[in-house]
């Protein structure tokens, strides 16, 4: 059983853990200035990136819906495990040996090379099925991919492979590599019978499923003879590596264009996939036996354009019933999208794969270059079900119509749909605008959806213990007590040579970041040359609310480009500060000596005037040292 992992264990593998790599591996991250990076956030829909990460500190922070936390809290959220899952993943990444309370034990050996023996089975499963691609027994297989204009270098770019007829080809190959049939049950490559397993896909052409990482972790089967009792289409089950709601087929091939030209083209087939990227159309994917749906578009979004257009996404869809039932769900998940959707359909019902047959690979990028608003098409396709030359047909459309519409979250985009609704129902713009309100404000009774600004990023107040207002980000002294605490908590290097006595006894005016202040100074220096623990420490001297403010400030970007460049702007911040302490203190002691009477008490007025002139010449010394 295993135990409670040791605090100075997890420790160690908070400050051990380079947080900018973990991240890089769900998020595209980009400088942001001297030792911080931005992307989009991974928790919430932005169009501008918002989500910092300071590896200096170890920890992230997003501004616009104030998720905040380390390399471990990070893992978490991300793979929906536990804090003491999360510490075990890292600690194997880094290959630190984990040690546990009361006689605890972790993970055993076996257990945590489960999913690499899953890996390294699919890896030689994929290799094993190309090769038989190229066999006598594989002819027919090769005849699909001909006859639908794939050669021999397209199925070796795509990976595809043929699976033989029989039972046990794989399961031979498999077991003469060393799997046993207990680890080859959990690939899903095999079926269980009364004889024991056997192989899952017989006879039937192959495409790899890999992720994003180009790991294979499952394959797709197209049936190829008329004896084969399944179903056209055969892919793995879900199984720990995969899981169809989370996998799109050609991710690893096209998520560099996909990140670079900030386009998504989703379509339907393996087939397709393959038509798109060798007409050109090197952004296209496809789901696995399932639609496009949340999970999918979680991984979409962190490929997507993070310079505030959000790219776009284009779904292709046959022109039939289903194609379009297929593309009024994708408008449905695209109110959890910032990216501007679109659909793109053939008139003739052609998918991409047979309009490349017919008409060439330019046929196919045309397809896609002419796609539609999907805002359009899922307002024309609740039209086409009335008829709209009477006047009963038109009510019922709009009366249909209009929740539609009044489901566009871009409020700048509404109106023009409101407008163009009326233009094509052929009746008055105030009329269908009226229907187009109430149905907006029928929605938000009924729940509504959460205001985009989401959470305060200083963090909601707990049931019990002190409320902090977020600091207006308008007032200059809140401004300059929030830029000095990013540099205290960010660099605490510069508190040397007297500056931690100054700092210390300055006095902070903002609750909050008073409250901060007070939790450096208790926090003291002992950590301070270790970032990761220094921030730990501070964030575990606040009240709960203001912890994700202190991530906040640890990893807010610091305008510096140069390591220079930074200690002089973190010297001058602190001067700053120290300044304004000095000012404060100087117009106390002025309203003193403006209320003695120096006649009843010279000494006390005496006493004052050199305290000021004291002051007076630290401020210029501060001043002169800036």
Known sequence: MAGLIKREDIDEVRQRTDIKEVVDGYVTLKGAGLGSFKGLCPFHDERS????????????????????????????????????????????????????????????????????????????????????????????????????????????????????????????????????????????????????????????????????????????????????????YLNTPETTLYKKSQVLYGIDIAKRNIAKERQLVVVEGYTDVMACHLAGVTTAVATCGTAFGTEHIKVARRLLSDDGSGGEVIFTFDGDAAGQKAALRAFEEDQRFTAQTYVAVEPSGADPCDLRQLKGDAAVRELISTRKPLFEFAIRATLRRHNLDTVEGRVAALREAAPVVAQIRDSATRPGYTRNLAGWLGMPIEEVSGYVGAAAKRAASGGGTASPAGPSPAGAPASSGPVFQRPDPRDPIAGMERQALEVVLQEPGVLGGGAWER???????????????????????????????????????????????????AVTPLPASTAEAMQRYCRDILARLFELQITRIKADKMGQLQRLDAGANPEEFQRLNRELMQLEMERRALRSDG
């Open 49 to 232: 990136p918002s989500f910092t990460v300071r590896p200096q500190v170890g920890r992230y922070h997003c501004f616009g819906c104030g998720e905040d936390g380390d390399a471990i809290s990070f893992v978490q959220k991300m793979d929906h495990s536990s804090f003491h899952e999360a510490v075990e993943k890292l600690a194997a990444r880094i290959g630190y040996e984990l040690r546990y309370e009361d006689g605890g034990t972790g993970p055993s050996r076996e257990e945590v090379g489960k999913r690499q023996r899953l890996l390294d089975a699919h890896k030689i499963a994929d290799e094993f099925f190309r090769a038989q691609l190229l066999t006598p027994g594989a002819a027919e297989g090769r005849n699909f991919l001909d006859g639908r204009g794939f050669d021999r270098a397209a199925a070796e770019h795509f990976g595809v492979g043929y699976a033989p007829q029989g039972w046990d080809a794989l399961l031979k190959h498999l077991r003469g590599r060393g799997f046993t049939d207990a680890e080859l049950k959990l690939t899903g490559m095999f079926s269980e019978g009364n004889r024991g397993i056997y192989d899952r896909f017989r006879g039937r052409l192959i495409w790899p499923i890999r992720d994003i990482a180009g790991d294979t972790i499952g394959f797709g089967a197209r049936k190829l003879f008329e004896d084969d009792q399944g179903p056209k």
């Open 503 to 553: 700092f210390e006894a300055s006095h902070f005016i903002t609750p909050a970041y008073a409250a901060v202040h007070t939790a450096v100074r208790a926090a003291g220096l002992a950590h301070s040359d270790d970032p990761v623990a220094w921030v730990e420490q501070v964030r575990q001297e606040v009240p709960e609310p203001l912890r994700p403010l202190v991530s906040e400030l």
